[in-house]
């Protein structure tokens, strides 16, 4: 498995990332972790998050593994089994 720190070197290699570009791609990482560890938590695996929010095990797997960029809704299928909620915040 890669880790951040891998990914953003390829990333860096692969094109000229910006900051925001990174600061994105972290706020996503903690959101994927925060889901990871919940659902790690609960004693769940990724087939069984998969069959409780209604979506294709592969696209957990995917998600998981920051091979795709989920979207606001599928997030949301994927964070309410696990009791989980996204907030909005100013910085």
């Not at 990333?11 to 994105?24: C, F, H, L, P, S």
């Not at 809704?73 to 909005?88: F, H």
Request: hydrophobic share 40%; aromatic share 4%.
């Amino acid at each position: 498995m890669r880790t951040w720190e891998d990914f953003k070197k390829t990333a860096k290699e692969k094109n000229d990332i910006t900051k925001q570009d990174i600061e994105e791609m972290e706020a996503l990482a903690t959101i994927i972790s925060a889901i990871i560890d919940r659902r790690n938590e609960l004693g769940y695996s990724q087939r069984d998050l998969a069959e409780k929010c209604g979506i294709p095990h592969s696209s957990v797997a995917r998600i998981e593994s920051c091979v795709v960029k989920p979207n606001i809704e599928t997030l949301i299928k994927i964070m309410k089994p696990l009791g989980l909620t996204l907030e909005v915040a100013t910085l």
